[in-house]
């Protein structure tokens, strides 16, 4: 989840290093929830932790709400950073897109392979290939934030600009290979609202409560249709409208831009903490090695913190090699590896798509849990450390 930026007369270096400092902050936020989640789940208080969560309301769990409900949200602010970064943004030229996009790929392409190496001999877990493909962004800035200015600018905005398109790429994964029976019935419903949507975005209409109102039928249609619910964010993010003009790409009254800084507080400080307090708590009884190597959780763990680091700086060092693109400025070998290394914290994507892809097995997604924390702590004190003693690049010669 980001919103880097180029330093340009529009975008001042400023306004980048304020946002990297939010996000990271949001971050560190996501940290404490996530070990007060796991203190809770192994104390006295477990019990009422997990009963908690399984209480009804309404249709719903307590759980589900967090789940389907408040995700929604989040996947929402993602489809807006998306849809600036492509339209306006780090990502909106294809020069800019060649090095994040082919390090994000790598960065996919590695992890699933190995979870489905280290699976092939238990077919019905198979189907969690998807979970170490994530880069948990927030996770990794908090990381980064810690370390300090050890880290170039450059780095960090190559990691967020990585982390749009492996969103981008996790939301693919979601619709294409994780939805439920689908109801032609409410699908259809809910593509109406999104031609509606797409047709107000398409006159001018720029009254945000318009489309929120018909986003929340665009949730409860795709709900009801199998589709999974939080994909509703992303659609009706894409029509949005983002108002540009020339000498003035970033026009701060347009209605994304307005929308989005609206909800970024409340998704970094509060929904994914929640989110991340109300899924990884898992209780450590019972817990020995011979669980901790099952194939889910090994798999997992190996993808993330093996698979992310080999992906992402292998394609990012052939890419550079071959004059594809530039290295990021300022930026060493090892500081490239150690970032490399941070985009093995796949903590919340990769917890999120666990539950879809095990949705029926409290066994499995405890083990997911297991494999998410083991891969994404791995990587986090693994790169941490990396990049402490990393040495940065050289200064550039002077010219003679």
């Given at each position: 989840m980001t919103r880097p930026s180029s330093a340009s007369p529009h975008r001042p270096i400023s306004a980048l290093r304020a946002f990297i400092a939010s996000e990271a902050s949001g971050g560190i936020v996501l940290m404490v929830a996530a070990a007060v989640a796991m203190v809770m789940a192994n104390s006295a208080a477990a019990p009422i932790y997990f009963a908690v969560l399984k209480t009804y309301i309404g249709p719903l769990s307590v759980l589900h709400w967090i789940n389907d409900g408040l995700m929604a949200l989040f996947f929402l602010l993602v489809g807006l950073e998306i849809k600036r970064e492509f339209v306006d943004g780090q990502l909106s030229t294809w020069p800019r897109r060649v090095l994040p996009g082919i390090a994000a790929a790598g960065g996919m392409v590695a992890p699933a392979v190995i979870y489905l190496a280290l699976n092939v001999g238990t077919p019905p877990t198979l189907r969690g290939w998807a979970i170490p493909t994530a880069t948990d962004i927030a996770f990794a800035l908090g990381v980064l934030a810690l370390i300090g200015s050890r880290v170039p600018v450059s780095l960090k905005i190559f990691l967020t600009a990585l982390a749009i398109i492996d969103d981008l790429g996790a939301i693919a994964i979601i619709a294409a290979f994780y939805t439920a029976d689908l109801s032609l019935a409410w699908f259809a419903a809910a593509l109406a609202v999104l031609v509606v949507l797409a047709g107000l975005n398409r006159m001018g209409v720029e009254r945000l409560p318009v489309y929120l109102v018909l986003g929340a039928a665009l949730w409860f249609f795709l709900l009801k249709s199998g589709i999974h619910a939080t994909l509703a964010g992303v659609a009706l993010a894409l029509t949005i409208p983002l108002r540009t003009s020339p000498g003035r790409p970033d026009d701060p009254h347009s209605p994304l831009h307005i929308l989005e800084h609206a909800l970024h507080p409340w998704v970094a400080y509060l929904?994914?903490?929640?989110?991340?307090?109300?899924?990884?708590?898992?209780?450590?009884?019972?817990?020995?090695?011979?669980?901790?190597?099952?194939?889910?959780?090994?798999?997992?763990?190996?993808?993330?913190?093996?698979?992310?680091?080999?992906?992402?700086?292998?394609?990012?060092?052939?890419?550079?090699?071959?004059?594809?693109?530039?290295?990021?400025?300022?930026?060493?070998?090892?500081?490239?590896?150690?970032?490399?290394?941070?985009?093995?914290?796949?903590?919340?994507?990769?917890?999120?798509?666990?539950?879809?892809?095990?949705?029926?097995?409290?066994?499995?997604?405890?083990?997911?849990?297991?494999?998410?924390?083991?891969?994404?702590?791995?990587?986090?004190?693994?790169?941490?450390?990396?990049?402490?003693?990393?040495?940065?690049?050289?200064?550039?010669?002077?010219?003679?």
């Open positions: 929904i994914v903490p929640v989110f991340g307090f109300a899924n990884a708590g898992v209780s450590l009884s019972g817990i020995n090695v011979a669980a901790l190597v099952a194939p889910v959780p090994l798999g997992i763990a190996a993808g993330l913190f093996l698979g992310k680091q080999i992906g992402v700086f292998l394609t990012t060092w052939i890419a550079v090699k071959l004059d594809w693109a530039d290295c990021p400025e300022n930026a060493s070998w090892p500081q490239v590896y150690g970032v490399s290394l941070l985009c093995g914290i796949g903590f919340t994507m990769s917890l999120f798509i666990g539950l879809l892809a095990f949705p029926t097995s409290e066994l499995l997604q405890n083990e997911v849990k297991i494999g998410v924390l083991m891969g994404s702590l791995l990587s986090a004190l693994v790169g941490t450390l990396v990049l402490l003693v990393a040495k940065p690049a050289p200064p550039p010669a002077k010219a003679a």
